[in-house]
């Protein structure tokens, strides 16, 4: 039996679904994210319903548009405002956290899910002084880092994600958040033989927005946080036993021009994925709004992968080693 609650703000409203069991009231449509999803901004067309228990294997943040299932990879447009190179970006980790949530490019309509190791959850190890990600973390929708191309900057194959961000302004963003965002520029990480570009951008509507403007005001505006990303970027899978990362450009940051060049490229790689011109593999292309896709599904079959997801259950605990110091020297 399904209840609803409306909940009046000024002159608009937002209605919190909830469905009831045998067991007693059940959160199914989780009133907490839509509700966070609208105070940040009245205007958000989109919303966020969480599903499983946070901190076990089966939590998901799924994605909607006026309340119907969309996919953050695919239906989610590259810009917010093409005229001003204002792009959105998909919230995934916000900052001071550990848990290494990613869109989840394999399954159908590509929610947010927490990576998996070894059978075990992931989280990133706090690399004195650092805790968790010390910026906000996410990616662009519409991209695509190809597996199967070298890029000609790199001389490195793509590692099969959308292009990650950095978004570096003032708030703690929220999981699953779209936010407009200015792009400063961009470095390589070479993870594993791969390239994983990593774009600097800040909030749009940040106070400092307006005077940051390139690669070169992230020292001006927020001196040491370049030469602490690329520390953290070197050590951080350290604790796992693994080896320091390298960059490259030897770890320089190139400035927008590039990076928007970058961001065109994977861009590009995306719509061949999407159109089928290129070999999806194990990647799930499912989407609703992209018009001339093959891959393209209606609305109910999207809904009804959400439809058949665990309700919403209280947290589990976090482990406490999640909390370790880990100190690092490099050779």
């Known amino acids: 039996m399904a209840a609803s609650v409306l909940i009046k703000v000024g002159s608009s409203s937002v209605v919190c679904n909830h469905f009831l069991s045998h067991a007693g009231l059940r959160l199914r449509s989780s009133s907490y994210s839509v509700l966070n999803t609208f105070f940040r901004s009245k205007m958000s067309v989109y919303q966020v319903e969480e599903v499983g228990t946070p901190n076990a294997t089966d939590y998901k943040v799924y994605f909607k548009q006026n309340n119907n299932v969309i996919s953050p990879f695919h239906d989610i447009p590259l810009y917010h405002d093409k005229g001003k190179n204002i792009f959105n970006m998909v919230v995934e980790i916000p900052r001071w956290t550990n848990a290494k949530m990613e869109i989840a490019t394999k399954d159908p309509m590509n929610p947010i899910k927490q990576d998996i190791k070894k059978g075990a959850l992931r989280f990133v190890a706090n690399c004195f002084p650092h805790k968790g990600y010390i910026w906000n973390y996410g990616a662009l929708p ?82 040491g ?92 605990p976090i482990d406490a080693s999640v909390d370790k110091w880990h100190f690092i020297t490099l050779k």
């Open 142 to 223: 519409q991209t695509w880092e190809n597996p199967n191309v070298v890029d000609d900057n790199t001389k490195c194959k793509g590692d099969n994600d959308p292009i990650d961000v950095i978004e570096i302004g003032f708030r703690v963003a929220k999981r699953g958040e779209v936010v407009p965002v200015k792009v400063l520029g961009t470095i390589a990480l070479i993870d594993e033989g791969e390239t994983d570009w990593k774009i600097f951008a800040i909030d749009a509507k940040d106070p400092l927005a307006d005077k940051i403007n390139d690669i070169d005001d992230i020292d001006k505006y927020f001196p």
């Open 225 to 316: 946080l370049m030469k602490a990303t690329l520390e953290w970027f070197k050590i951080y899978k350290i604790p796992d036993g693994k080896p320091e990362n390298q960059f490259a450009f030897s770890g320089e940051a190139k400035n927008k021009e590039f990076a928007l060049k970058v961001i065109q490229e994977v861009n590009h790689h995306w719509k061949e994925l999407v159109l089928k011109k290129t070999d999806a593999r194990e990647l799930s292309c499912m989407n609703v709004l992209v018009g001339d896709s093959p891959y393209k599904v209606d609305q109910a079959k999207a809904d009804s992968i959400l439809k058949n997801e665990p309700p919403l259950k209280p947290a589990q």
